[in-house]
């Protein structure tokens, strides 16, 4: 297996590349010619193929006894100097994890695609988009160097911003769609100058030790992750631009801090996380594949990947951590004040982002990893499950429109609470495992500290008070669709629908939910703690991997304590959910009344996109203004007197130019016309004239010969 | 008295040389032109002829006097070609309407 | 005065040869020229006799009347209706009397250098020249002046091809 996948593990990128190559080509007229079935099936397979692919060579990594890491050598890329980069693919237990969950759950999206997009005229170019994404993750998780990480990078930010405006012709999607981007841009930005200064700082380093020569035979490459993990060491103590070392920032920290504002760009962290509530202006399956399961996990996923980078300076780690948990908790608390389904659901990935970045932070990998996973699985499924909603309530997306879909859609409510539990973090739901693991290593890691805990803590009990908030509104009570106001024109969805017409979604769409939901009760059970008993596998299957991290011990009575915390304040907040918005639905306006400026700050999401808007956007408005007048006074000023000077100076030659030197010419050109015009006469054209002249001429010659 | 000499050969051709550029140069027909020019060359190859016996004494000037009734037929060949020519073109052979090249 | 026979059928041959120039330059009917120029090439023929030039007194009856005065007939017969023949031979009457002039200043002028001797052939009669000149002209132009001979051969040749294309685009 080892060797078919050296052999062959590029046929997991190839397949999705495949679909998207068919139906991005050829889509519209497959789905003029063949309908839209065919379209779904081509997409599915080539992802169902890569999936398969994907299973061997997690099964290769899982079964290898000694080294569990396996290139993939395609060919050679660049060649530049010492630049060299391979498209090359690294198998190890790392990148087996994230492809089975980018190829498993983005083939089950694929599958409640179908349904979802039923009898939208773009559908081929939807699937297009989702397999080129699919791939471009794949590409970004299977990089064996990071100049390729960095082209899965940026493939996943085109595909986001391709599919977020995927109904362009509404305005605010296309303008969701570029928000996205451009905010992404700042990441990229930085993870560009990280990997630059990267290389720059490690090339120094190599020449300043004479090992110039081990690339010569062109075999190495520098920036490829195993070389990397090798040689990093020697940027230790390095200084970043002659910056004095007391103040904390080696070369080091910088390439970590600029690697971070990348992250923090595609994970949408704080403070570029305003993209992604945006972004749920795309489609749901797109929202629960790219903005929730993976491509938003591509930060986590980097700085897994780059752990023995991070790992070396403790500046950045915390500066990660810290901002994770404040993540974490600032989108907690904006989630629980939001109506919009989707957008409850986004403000949720952002903190479950933050928790995963927590979790880097305090070096606790693995962890991180291992939510990322569990995440990904109950937050597709939830997504899943609101798109499900969406589309029984015909893209009505407000809460508060809501209620008593339970009656209508078992399925969807069944496989929404069990997801609902898994993040809320209830055992022994998946959830429960991966936050208490990052809760108790942002505790008692080196790097850990007890204010991290405490965040985390605080932000689970209002993870679960939001999400009971979310399932009451939407599936408890009375149906409260046909109390909606039918004067709001801006308002999503079909007027006159009414709870008549509810029903539950087809097959293809709940299906998948199940299945999810599945995942989202028994995935924690690979990484259940030594101390409940387990023997936390999952850690001990990525071991390999940042083996350079120390695992702290898990025989600690704190950790009992910590853990029974976190559920009680888990109970807690769903209690509180329960009360609020189902036995006594008065309580919440009344709480909001009572604290109604807080409210209001974290209803506006901490005005955020406002001071953005004030400081970057008008900002740029009135420096944009101030250099107008700069140029209209001064640059325009100096302009014009240039101009009046040279206007004068041009007068004086013109006149000079006029009298004499016109002059001058025209009496040459005028002596040559009167010479030409009389001269002319001689040629009249006849032939006998000529001969008349030569022989007079001769004659004349003649005549001197005789007569001298 | 002895006529059949040089002097006699030369007032000849120089009467016929004479007589053929009147004819050219007063002319207004092409052919009346061509008619000089014959004359022209006529007068040449005679005096070569004569040349050839009573001054250099060899065959030699007798050659170039063929050279030359060759070249005069070639000429007359040509100009009679041109002639049909001109003459297809402009309907007319007078030489003082061809004057296109007038300055 | 000895005067043998043959210096008066010179003297015979001259004016015919000479008079008919004046026809040619003055006559204003251009075929009684084209004519005239029969007696001329005539004429020249004879004279070529009395410089016991044989082959070419042959060639010029040949060619010249033969060949060149046949296509100027033919030309003149071309290019113009019989009818009106008569009135085209005009001359211009200013070019005329301009170059009367100037063979008239020639002819003084030269006769002038002549008698005044100042310029002086020197005569020499050769006792080896030929009696029959073809057999030596032949060997001359097959051996010394080979070159120019072709060379003649091929102008021949280019004047063929020419005056056909010629004629040829101006019927077209």
Same mark, same amino acid.
Do not use: H, Q
């Given at each position: 297996m080892r060797g078919f996948i050296e052999q062959y593990g590029f046929l997991i990128v190839l397949f999705p590349v495949l679909g998207a190559f068919i139906n991005g080509l050829f889509g519209r007229h497959i789905q003029k010619k063949y309908g839209e079935r065919l379209i779904g099936y081509i997409a599915c397979t080539s992802v169902f193929l890569s999936f398969m692919t994907a299973a061997i060579a997690f099964f290769a990594i899982a079964g290898g006894r000694n080294t569990a890491v396996i290139i993939s050598h395609v060919y050679n890329w660049l060649n530049i100097g010492y630049v060299k980069a391979d498209i090359a693919f690294l198998f190890d237990p790392l990148s087996a994890v994230m492809i089975l969950i980018v190829t498993g759950i983005g083939f089950l999206i694929h599958i409640y695609s179908i349904g979802y997009m039923k009898g939208d005229p773009g559908y081929y170019r939807f699937f297009a988009y989702l397999n080129l994404f699919i791939f471009s993750m794949l590409t970004l998780v299977l990089a064996e160097n990071m100049l390729l990480l960095f082209i899965g990078w940026e493939g996943v930010g085109l595909c986001s911003y391709l599919l977020i405006g995927f109904w362009y012709s509404k305005k605010e999607n296309a303008i969701a769609g570029n928000k996205a981007f451009i905010v992404n841009r700042v990441g990229d930005l930085g993870f560009l100058l990280g990997i630059l200064t990267l290389f720059w700082s490690l090339y120094n380093q190599i020449a300043a030790n004479g090992r110039l020569a081990e690339f010569a035979n062109g075999t190495l490459s520098l920036l490829s992750f195993p070389f990397l993990a090798e040689n990093v060491h020697l940027l230790q103590g390095v200084n970043f631009f002659g910056i004095p070392e007391y103040t904390g920032i080696s070369v080091i920290t910088a390439i970590c801090l600029f690697l971070f504002l990348g992250a923090t760009g595609k994970s949408a962290q704080i403070p570029l996380h305003v993209w992604l509530p945006d972004a749920m202006a795309g489609p749901t399956p797109v929202s629960a594949l790219i903005h929730a399961a993976t491509m938003v996990t591509a930060g986590i996923y980097m700085i897994g990947r780059l752990h023995f980078l991070f790992s070396m300076s403790s500046a950045a780690l915390g500066i990660i951590a810290a901002v994770g948990a404040l993540t974490a908790l600032i989108a907690a608390s904006i989630a629980c004040t939001q109506n919009d389904i989707k957008r409850v659901l986004a403000y949720s990935t952002i903190s479950q982002l933050g928790y995963m970045f927590m979790g880097m932070g305090v070096a606790a990998y693995s962890a991180g990893i291992f939510h990322l996973m569990t995440h990904a699985f109950f937050k597709a499924c939830l997504f899943l499950g609101a798109g499900s909603v969406l589309i029984a309530l015909r893209h009505e997306n407000d809460m508060?429109?809501? !209620? !008593?879909l339970k009656r209508y859609m078992p399925r969807t409510f069944l496989t929404f609470l069990i997801a609902t539990? +898994?993040?809320? !973090? @209830? =055992? =022994?739901?998946? !959830?429960?495992?991966s936050k208490d693991e990052i809760l108790w290593e942002a505790w008692s890691s080196d790097h850990g500290h007890p204010v991290l805990w405490f965040m985390g803590f605080i932000t689970a009990g209002m993870t679960a008070f939001y999400m009971t908030r979310l399932l009451m509104m939407t599936f408890f009570g009375e149906n409260r669709l046909d109390q909606r106001p039918h004067d709001t024109g801006g308002g999503h969805g079909d007027q006159h629908y009414s709870s008549h017409d509810i029903k539950e979604s087809p097959a293809s769409m709940t299906v998948p939910l199940v299945i999810l939901a599945f995942f989202a009760i028994i995935a924690g059970f690979i990484g259940v703690p030594e101390a409940l008993g387990g023997s936390n596998r999952f850690s001990h299957f990525l071991g390999s991997v940042f083996s350079s991290h120390v695992e702290v011990q898990h025989h600690d009575p704190l950790e009992y304590i910590l853990m029974a915390a976190s559920v009680f304040i888990v109970l807690f907040g769903i209690a509180a959910g329960v009360l609020f918005y189902s036995v006594k639905p008065g309580l919440p306006a009344r709480v909001v009344s009572r604290i109604k400026r807080t409210y209001d700050v974290v209803h506006n999401k901490y005005y955020v996109d406002e001071i953005y808007d004030f400081v970057f956007v008008s900002g740029t408005k009135v420096i944009t203004i101030l250099l107008a007048v700069f140029d209209q006074y001064i640059i325009d000023g100096i302009v014009n007197l240039t101009g009046i000077l040279l206007r004068c100076k041009s007068r004086i030659s013109g006149w000079f130019d006029l009298r004499f030197v016109d002059g001058a010419v025209n009496l040459i050109a005028d002596t040559t016309l009167s010479t030409g015009s009389g001269m002319r006469r001689i040629q009249t054209g006849r032939i006998q004239a000529y001969i008349m002249f030569f022989f007079f001429v001769v004659l004349v010659f003649v005549s001197y010969k005789i007569i001298f | 008295m002895? @006529?059949?000499n040089i002097n006699s050969y030369m007032i000849i051709s120089l009467l016929l040389f004479l007589s053929g550029l009147f004819t050219t140069i007063a002319r207004r027909n092409i052919i009346g032109i061509i008619l000089g020019i014959e004359l022209i060359l006529n007068s040449a190859a005679l005096n070569f002829a004569a040349f050839s016996k009573f001054s250099a004494s060899n065959l030699e000037g007798q050659l170039f006097s063929i050279?030359? @009734?060759?070249i005069a037929a070639a000429e007359a060949a040509i100009a009679l070609a041109l002639l049909l020519s001109i003459f297809m073109r402009h309907g007319d052979i007078? +030489? *003082?309407? #061809?004057?296109?090249?007038?300055g | 005065m000895n005067v043998e026979l043959k210096e008066i059928v010179f003297l015979c041959v001259a004016i015919m040869t000479i008079l %008919?120039?004046?026809i040619v330059a003055f006559s204003r009917n251009i075929l009684h020229s084209a004519f005239a120029l029969f007696f001329t090439f005539l004429g020249t023929s004879g004279l070529y006799f009395f410089l016991d030039a044989d082959f070419l007194a042959v060639v010029q009856v040949i060619i010249y009347i033969g060949g060149v005065l046949v #296509? #100027? #007939?033919f030309a003149i017969l071309l290019t113009r209706n019989i009818e009106d023949i008569k009135t085209t031979n005009s001359l211009s009457l200013r070019r005329a009397a301009f170059a009367g002039t100037v063979s008239i200043l020639l002819f003084v002028t030269l006769l002038y250098a002549y008698i005044s001797n100042k310029w002086v052939f %020197?005569?020499?009669?050769? %006792? *080896? &020249? =030929? &009696?029959?000149? @073809?057999?030596e002209l032949g060997d001359l132009l097959l051996t010394k002046y080979l070159l120019p001979f072709e060379v003649v051969s091929i102008l021949l040749l280019a004047v063929l091809i020419g005056s056909l294309v010629i004629a040829n685009r101006s019927v077209r």
């Open positions: 508060r429109w809501m !209620g !008593g539990l +898994a993040i809320s !973090g @209830i =055992p =022994p739901f998946s !959830g429960f495992f | 002895d @006529i059949i050279f030359i @009734i060759v007078n +030489a *003082d309407k #061809l004057d296109r090249l007038r | %008919p120039c004046f #296509l #100027l #007939l %020197p005569f020499r009669e050769n %006792p *080896d &020249y =030929p &009696y029959f000149t @073809i057999k």
